[in-house]
């Protein structure tokens, strides 16, 4: 046996790891040189996603059934979700918090890394005999047949999204998982994983959470115009959070004797800790912005804009 004994594509979706689909499916060339052998098809469920992407799921789980490829969808219901993270929205909601550019960025490692991870030393186990529990399976399937080829959607000019798996801080990530980078490798960036899809006839639209605090100001635009019950939602998610924990809205500054600080007018330094989505800067506020901003533009151009930039929060895998 040549290549990886297994590979998989962590699948969002969105345009690039759609492209990465389209060419495992159709590019012999592909198939050989990335995954010559056995190949499965993940993805995570955030519960947040945009109607048009959960409908591109479900025509990608019907092109890889006839096609053979095995395609699974992970939704909360199937139990690799952890029960504080069934959906991006229900912690939200059932711990009064928020997601925030000011906070550390958990969702993704919530919603889809560690699911993807339990269901996958779980199906590996199944499929080749081995341990399963702590990822002891995953270890053991790297020792047995070599480290399982993750496949990734990280484009041409997002070179700094590329994480060294050897510094990973999960020893089993470390010991039995091997990131890949494809589109890297050939050189495609956003637009040529969109023209790449057009060439298949495929309209993909980037992939993201609505209540994600990284939205541009067009994106907001967008959501104000085409999704107002899910902004209006985020709206009151975020009022929920603000009244919690509205005693850190003023919070005192002392300086090392643990005295008041003072400004040059003499008046006591106090800061605001609680923190919104976009900061100290309430969601209404950014969605009045935007709606200023953007009121000449039209409804054909906001939706370009989303088509044509998605956004990147920066992480890296």
């Given at each position: 046996m040549s290549g990886p004994k297994l590979t998989v594509l962590s699948f969002g979706a969105g345009q690039d790891s759609s492209a990465l689909l389209e060419m495992y499916l159709d590019d012999k060339v592909f198939r050989d040189r990335y995954a010559p052998n056995d190949f499965l098809v993940l993805m995570s469920d955030t519960g947040d996603e945009f109607d048009a992407t959960y409908k591109h799921v479900r025509s990608v789980q019907t092109r890889c059934a006839e096609a053979g490829v095995e395609f699974v969808f992970l939704t909360s219901d199937m139990g690799y979700h952890s029960p504080n993270w069934k959906s991006l929205r229900h912690f939200y909601r059932t711990h009064d918090a928020i997601g925030s550019k000011a906070y550390p960025k958990t969702c993704t490692d919530q919603l889809k890394l560690q699911p993807i991870?339990?269901?996958?030393?779980?199906?590996?186990?199944?499929?080749?005999?081995?341990?399963?529990?702590?990822?002891?399976?995953?270890r053991e399937f790297a020792a047995l047949h070599g480290r399982i080829h993750m496949i990734l959607?990280?484009?041409?000019?997002?070179?700094?999204?590329?994480?060294?798996?050897?510094?990973?801080?999960?020893?089993?990530?470390?010991?039995?998982?091997?990131?890949?980078?494809?589109?890297?490798?050939?050189?495609?960036?956003?637009?040529?994983?969109?023209?790449?899809?057009h060439s298949?006839?495929?309209?993909?639209?980037?992939?993201?959470?609505?209540?994600?605090?990284?939205?541009?100001?067009e994106e907001l635009?967008?959501?104000r115009r085409f999704c107002p019950d899910d902004l209006n939602d985020w709206v009151e998610l975020e009022a929920a959070k603000l009244e919690k924990h509205r005693d850190k809205s003023s919070i005192l500054v002392t300086d090392a004797n643990g005295r008041p600080k003072r400004n040059k007018q003499g008046q006591i330094v106090t800061?605001?800790?609680?923190?919104?989505?976009?900061?100290?800067?309430?969601?209404?506020?950014?969605i009045q912005q935007a709606a200023e901003k953007f009121r000449n533009w039209s409804d054909e151009q906001i939706a370009e804009y989303r088509y044509s930039h998605g956004h990147c929060v920066g992480t890296a895998y």
């Amino acid at each position: 046996m040549s290549g990886p004994k297994l590979t998989v594509l962590s699948f969002g979706a969105g345009q690039d790891s759609s492209a990465l689909l389209e060419m495992y499916l159709d590019d012999k060339v592909f198939r050989d040189r990335y995954a010559p052998n056995d190949f499965l098809v993940l993805m995570s469920d955030t519960g947040d996603e945009f109607d048009a992407t959960y409908k591109h799921v479900r025509s990608v789980q019907t092109r890889c059934a006839e096609a053979g490829v095995e395609f699974v969808f992970l939704t909360s219901d199937m139990g690799y979700h952890s029960p504080n993270w069934k959906s991006l929205r229900h912690f939200y909601r059932t711990h009064d918090a928020i997601g925030s550019k000011a906070y550390p960025k958990t969702c993704t490692d919530q919603l889809k890394l560690q699911p993807i991870y339990r269901f996958l030393e779980h199906w590996v186990s199944k499929r080749y005999g081995v341990s399963h529990g702590r990822k002891r399976g995953l270890r053991e399937f790297a020792a047995l047949h070599g480290r399982i080829h993750m496949i990734l959607g990280i484009a041409k000019g997002e070179e700094r999204r590329v994480s060294d798996p050897e510094k990973n801080p999960r020893r089993w990530f470390r010991e039995s998982i091997l990131p890949v980078y494809p589109l890297l490798d050939l050189g495609m960036d956003r637009t040529a994983c969109q023209e790449y899809l057009h060439s298949k006839g495929l309209y993909v639209i980037p992939s993201n959470c609505k209540a994600c605090p990284f939205l541009s100001l067009e994106e907001l635009e967008y959501l104000r115009r085409f999704c107002p019950d899910d902004l209006n939602d985020w709206v009151e998610l975020e009022a929920a959070k603000l009244e919690k924990h509205r005693d850190k809205s003023s919070i005192l500054v002392t300086d090392a004797n643990g005295r008041p600080k003072r400004n040059k007018q003499g008046q006591i330094v106090t800061v605001n800790r609680n923190y919104g989505v976009f900061g100290v800067t309430p969601l209404p506020v950014k969605i009045q912005q935007a709606a200023e901003k953007f009121r000449n533009w039209s409804d054909e151009q906001i939706a370009e804009y989303r088509y044509s930039h998605g956004h990147c929060v920066g992480t890296a895998y």
